[in-house]
């Protein structure tokens, strides 16, 4: 691979925000006449069957100057799977879906307007328009990081109700007899689960094959074993914890103990347990080694529990069980999507391959063995918060993108009665409709958009098209469960704990946190180039070295020029002046500027359509260049004389400044549209816009080892498009690593 270089842990814009859509706000402030009505409550759309008289038809003219590489197309894949895009024909000339347009106005309209999500979990399709990808009813999921490994407690399953609920005991091995051991004044936390070799390489030298040791330690058993306290980080290298690691097992035939395993004579062991009683709980799907399922990966583990009074039992209600059910789920899911994009997914754990090959995920049932996160309750009760099937692994929110979206009015609506602003000048579909009809179903919108032309330079010889082809860098998809790109506080900004803290990576996704509508800041870097910009056939580094995965990337075979110049019209009817003001607000790309940035009197915004956003291309200045507008009533009287009808020419022209957006120095105030115009217009300095990188993101979830919160300056999320003036993210560079060896002197024993 190549060597390039590598942008991470320089300061950045990210590629990927959001808008904060903060519809409680908005419709309060309407009741209170601070903006308006029409604009921010939800209502029924008025019908097609006729015409308000004080309402409104006509058209707009359009004028789209395109600022960086458009790109849209169907997207085509050859027999060695790699995908492929060209701007379609019509005639032998560029040919512009106008839907791609009306998506585009629309997608700013929502925003302006705090809109309910029209399209929920949407992507686009191949030709650069929008479709629903799931409908976000199920909870998420994350990866932990390894520092909260060690709180997880290990649990075995010993009864199931009949309502989903479920009695566990909690195995906390010696824990809850023994303080934590004492070395060279430093403190070990020992981790609850016994460690079990499972490879040749690892903190022990095997003294039998792996298939007897196998063979005596199959998944779910019974087991009896001597075991050593050996301590991890004594050298100064990776965390510093104690841990058990078997040593013996007992032959069930035989009675004899049997010598599988002798400790590295550079581990240090501080103490051993003998006759001790467990259970094997193996990870690692039947046919797999450990090796296979995380490349250091050595061992599996042994649950046990020493304490005088025995294992603590504790009933686990329904939700928790049902989302051990989720977390196992996703592992089946992220590899059928790695199939897609590899040859070679990650391999099943021994939960999901069991999942996969019964092709359904089952409950919990007695004797399963499980992690569980426990907090103490009030009366010093342990409560089980999560159940998971792996240490480092992935674990569940506490909320489904669709209970956080109901709850803030942004799901989209459920009866006609529901609509709000974009809905009713756009349309809606009503997903779930049975036995209903007509505008309770669907609702064909108040606006639609004639073909699109290119308006060629005269005596200049301009073809819009490049044939030039080149390979885009892959385009991450904006992935739910990342979170912090996504939601928003209450009042618009980036959420925190009650200390103003960074949230903890299982603290997203909480009752109370808002959804936030995808947004891509301009790359104003890319702004005024001619040709394709590097930067979006760059692809993210790794260690210094270029990825050459094809099958994640895009071929861009054609392509349309910056500077290409392309006309349509919009033909409105039965809309309101507030409407048609708002509508004509976003279509003057001077307003989407941000106050601190309107010093340049040539500086505009840029609407964003096709395919490529986040790496900076189709950048649109969008702007009306001529409006004609007549009332219904005037309609009316045509329809009348015969002498006319909405979309005739018949219209008068009429000044734009003549309907400007209602209460327009309110919402200049408000986050959703200081937001708005921050994405459309981009960063005043020089900083690029780009993707976290794979390092800097590994390093950006870094968490205390002890507390399991963020390490600092750790935990970052998107700078809150809404701030006066945006600050760039910096992730820190990771420390230094000491990798020299030390020798200690070894205590005889542990602090009792």
């Known amino acids: 691979m190549t060597p390039v270089h590598d942008p991470s842990f320089e300061p950045f814009h990210s590629a990927v925000n959001r808008i904060p859509v903060l519809r409680t706000a908005s419709s309060q402030d309407a009741q209170e006449n601070k903006?308006?009505?029409?604009?921010?409550?939800?209502?029924?759309?008025?019908?097609?069957?006729?015409?308000?008289?004080?309402?409104?038809?006509?058209?707009?003219?359009?004028?789209?100057?395109?600022?960086?590489?458009?790109?849209?197309?169907?997207?085509?894949?050859?027999?060695?799977?790699?995908?492929?895009?060209?701007?379609?024909?019509?005639?032998?000339?560029?040919?512009?879906?106008?839907?791609?347009?009306?998506?585009m106005i629309s997608r700013a309209y929502e925003a302006l307007t705090c809109s309910r999500f029209r399209v929920f979990g949407a992507l686009e399709d191949q030709k650069g328009e929008r479709r629903v990808s799931d409908d976000h009813k199920t909870r998420l999921t994350y990866r932990s990081d390894p520092a909260s490994a060690l709180s997880l407690v290990p649990l075995r399953v010993i009864r199931v109700h009949d309502d989903g609920s479920c009695d566990i005991h909690l195995l906390r091995g010696d824990t809850d007899v023994y303080l934590n051991p004492i070395e060279q004044g430093v403190e070990y936390p020992t981790m609850y689960a016994a460690s079990l070799q499972a490879e040749r390489k690892g903190h022990c030298r095997p003294l039998e094959s792996l298939e007897t040791i196998k063979n005596l330690t199959q998944h779910r058993a019974k087991i009896t074993c001597h075991m050593s306290l050996c301590l991890h980080g004594d050298c100064r290298k990776g965390a510093r914890y104690a841990y058990w690691q078997v040593t013996h097992v007992q032959d069930p035939t035989t009675r004899e103990f049997i010598h599988l395993f002798e400790v590295n004579s550079h581990v240090t062991v501080v103490d051993r347990l003998e006759n001790i009683t467990g259970f094997v709980y193996r990870t690692t799907a039947p046919k797999d080694r450990p090796s296979t399922l995380f490349s250091r990966k050595h061992d599996e583990r042994v649950f046990f529990d020493i304490s005088d009074t025995g294992p603590e039992k504790v009933t686990v209600d329904k939700t928790v069980a049902e989302a051990f059910q989720v977390v196992v789920d996703s592992y089946v899911h992220l590899r059928e999507q790695?199939?897609?994009?590899?040859?070679?997914?990650?391999?099943?754990?021994?939960?999901?391959?069991?999942?996969?090959?019964?092709?359904?995920?089952?409950?919990?049932?007695?004797?399963?063995?499980?992690?569980?996160?426990?907090?103490?309750?009030?009366?010093?009760?342990?409560?089980?918060?999560e159940i998971v099937p792996m240490m480092i692994g992935r674990r569940a929110y506490a909320e489904s993108p669709e209970s956080l979206a109901k709850a803030q009015r942004v799901a989209p609506l459920s009866s006609k009665e529901e609509a709000s602003a974009a809905d009713r000048l756009f349309g809606y579909v009503i997903s779930d409709s049975k036995g209903q009809h007509g505008g309770d179903v669907a609702l064909r919108g108040s606006l639609s958009c004639g073909p699109v032309t290119f308006l060629l330079p005269d005596n200049i010889s301009f073809d819009p098209v490049s044939q030039e082809s080149y390979s885009l860098a892959p385009l991450l998809s904006a992935k739910p469960s990342s979170a912090r790109r996504f939601l928003t506080s209450p009042s618009g900004g980036i959420p925190t704990d009650a200390e103003r803290r960074h949230l903890a990576r299982g603290e997203y996704y909480s009752r109370g946190q808002l959804l936030g509508a995808a947004a891509f800041p301009t790359h104003r870097l890319l702004l005024g180039k001619k040709g394709f910009p590097t930067s979006a056939t760059q692809r993210v580094p790794v260690e210094g070295?270029?990825?050459?995965?094809?099958?994640?990337?895009?071929?861009?075979?054609?392509w349309i020029k910056p500077g290409s110049i392309l006309t349509c019209s919009l033909t409105f009817s039965n809309v309101t002046r507030s409407e048609l003001g708002a509508l004509l607000w976003i279509l003057n790309p001077r307003n989407l500027v941000p106050e601190s940035e309107r010093d340049d009197a040539k500086a505009v915004g840029f609407l964003k359509m096709g395919l490529g956003k986040p790496l900076g291309l189709g950048a649109i200045e969008v702007r009306a260049t001529g409006l004609h507008v007549r009332t219904n009533e005037e309609t009316a009287k045509r329809y009348e004389s015969l002498d006319g009808c909405i979309g005739d020419e018949k219209t008068t022209a009429a000044n734009l400044s003549e309907y400007p957006l209602p209460f327009e120095e309110n919402l200049l105030k408000t986050p959703w549209v200081r937001a708005l115009q921050r994405s459309a217009f981009g960063y005043g300095d020089d900083i690029p816009v780009r993707y976290m990188t794979l390092s800097e993101n590994k390093e950006n979830n870094q968490t205390d080892f002890k507390t399991g919160r963020p390490k600092s300056g750790r935990g970052q999320s998107p700078a809150s498009l809404a701030a006066r003036d945006p600050q760039p993210l910096e992730v820190p560079r990771p420390p230094e690593r000491n990798t020299g060896h030390k020798t200690w002197d070894r205590k005889s024993g542990r602090r009792w």
């Open 545 to 558: 070295m270029r990825q050459d995965n094809d099958k994640v990337a895009l071929t861009v075979n054609s």
């Open 35 to 103: 903006l308006p009505r029409e604009l921010f409550s939800d209502e029924m759309a008025v019908g097609h069957d006729c015409l308000a008289p004080e309402r409104l038809s006509g058209r707009i003219d359009l004028k789209l100057t395109v600022h960086s590489p458009l790109v849209y197309g169907e997207q085509t894949r050859n027999a060695s799977g790699r995908s492929s895009v060209a701007i379609p024909l019509s005639n032998g000339n560029p040919f512009v879906p106008p839907t791609m347009v009306k998506g």
């Open 338 to 385: 790695e199939k897609k994009l590899s040859a070679k997914p990650h391999p099943h754990n021994m939960y999901s391959y069991e999942a996969y090959t019964t092709e359904h995920c089952r409950p919990l049932t007695e004797g399963d063995l499980a992690f569980a996160v426990v907090h103490e309750g009030k009366d010093g009760e342990s409560l089980v918060e």
